[in-house]
């Protein structure tokens, strides 16, 4: 029950777009066509099952033991980047044409913090591996639902009545914003 109450948690109550507002780059910056923010959002969400997973053990076996705790950031930006150039390689190789939607936004994926940012919470919360690994995976399906949900919302203002003032980038920004307040309703929720 434990893993069902983090991974519903990490999707809509601290959804890490809406709440903790985190990885916005590529959120604002790759949600222009749904394909393309789903298939960033399956990137993500590689990486950071990953990337929560390998952190945890490097945490735990490695820098713990060494009393290197000090080391913690760069070597979770090592992993991280590892992991990113794996996708690449792979995403590269399988889908030539989502690789060149995604563009600069895949190797920024390295950068964005919303990686970053879990892997160092699930070290936080003195998550066990079991929860470290589904805090992760969690938090890129809220990743990936933000993004795909904004994506819709962005291809459907494209053909709508939009005050001139207003299109483009502006509208995206009120659009987010509203998404997450939205989402801010969910912050009542009571689980377990």
Known sequence: MNIVIIVIGAIFINNVIFSRFLGICPFLGVSKQVETAAG???AVTFVLAMA???TYVVQYAILDPLNL????????????????????????KAS????????????????????????LLNIQYEYNFIETVFHGIGA????????????????????????KALEGF?????????????????????LG
Do not use: D, H, W
Request: a neutral charge.
């Open 52 to 54: 929560s997973a390998i």
């Open 140 to 163: 890129a399906l809220g990743f990936t639902l933000a993004i795909v949900l904004f994506a819709g919302v962005r291809e459907r203002l494209e053909t709508s009545a939009v005050p």
């Open 96 to 119: 030539p044409s989502l690789y060149q939607a995604l563009g600069v936004y895949l190797p920024l994926i390295t950068t964005n913090c919303a990686v970053l940012g879990i892997a």
């Open 170 to 190: 502006p509208i995206a920004l009120i659009t987010a914003g509203l998404m997450s307040i939205a989402f801010l309703g969910f912050s009542g929720m009571q």
């Open 40 to 42: 960033m959002g399956a």
């Open 69 to 92: 705790g000090y080391l913690q950031t760069i070597a979770f930006i090592l992993v991280i980047a590892t992991l990113v150039q794996l996708v690449e390689m792979i995403i590269k």
